[in-house]
């Protein structure tokens, strides 16, 4: 009832400043059924679904969240930034940053740039990475190694996020140098980029997986057991 009482009357108050006469008020009037239908369209509030990727669910991880302050002439002004990871569990993360006045916005915007700038991880058996790598940036240097299963996850703070989001369930990590979240976080995606598949090596050098296996000292029978298992 007070909902429709205050669109009438905002309808009566344009009816008035247009015709310079009054109009009616009511439920029955003219004007202000107008008015009032108009005021419920401008408000409709149109959402978008939480997941734009075709219903996938993904994993968000917020990292780091950060508060600065800017002195203006009537005071203080408070922004801030959010650091948030993104992944399927499948070999597929991303990270992202955003800035906004409120903390539920800026969380907001750093998840859909993560989703925008999520990368495809080879992992073997779904569980670690192929083989080890190192990454760095800035004064981030972070190594990551492949673990056998029943390791877990051996890495702290925002390392700790990426791999979780990634789907990886046994990895051993070292990081050296800042503890600086943002440079972590790099560093490690720089370490996660240059993962390479037996699969992917064998097609870029027109051999079969079983060969290259079989460089490493494996037996013809075990190397064709260990390449028929890699998927990716």
Same mark, same amino acid.
């Given at each position: 009832m007070m909902a429709d009482e205050v669109q009438n009357a905002e309808g009566a108050v344009e009816a008035t400043e247009n015709t310079g006469a009054p109009a009616r008020r009511g439920r029955g009037g003219r004007d202000g059924g107008r008015g009032g239908r108009d005021g419920g369209r401008g408000r409709r509030d149109d959402r978008r679904p939480r997941?734009?990727?075709g219903g996938e669910?993904?994993?968000e991880k917020l990292v780091h969240i950060n508060r600065v302050s800017k002195t203006v002439k009537g005071g203080k002004r408070f922004g801030f930034a959010a650091l948030v990871v993104v992944g399927d569990g499948k070999g597929r993360a991303g990270f992202g940053h955003g800035k906004a006045r409120e903390v539920p916005e800026a969380i907001s915007k750093a998840t859909a740039a993560a989703k925008k700038a999520m990368i495809? $991880?080879?992992l073997r058996d779904g569980r670690t990475l192929h083989h080890d790598g190192r990454g760095h940036f800035g004064a981030g240097n972070v190594t990551v190694r492949s673990a056998p299963a029943g390791t877990g996850i051996i890495a702290g703070g925002p390392m700790r996020a990426v791999f979780e989001s990634l789907g990886v369930a046994d990895? $051993?990590?070292k990081s050296v140098?800042?503890?600086n979240p943002y440079n972590m976080i790099r560093?490690?995606?720089?370490?996660l980029g240059e993962q390479t598949s037996p699969k992917s090596v064998a097609q870029r050098r027109g051999k079969k997986v079983s060969d290259?296996?079989?460089r490493g000292g494996a037996s013809d029978r075990a190397a064709e057991a260990e390449a028929a298992a890699v998927t990716e």
């Open positions: 997941d734009e990727d669910e993904l994993i495809r $991880v080879p990895v $051993v990590t140098g800042t503890s560093a490690t995606f720089e370490a290259l296996i079989k």
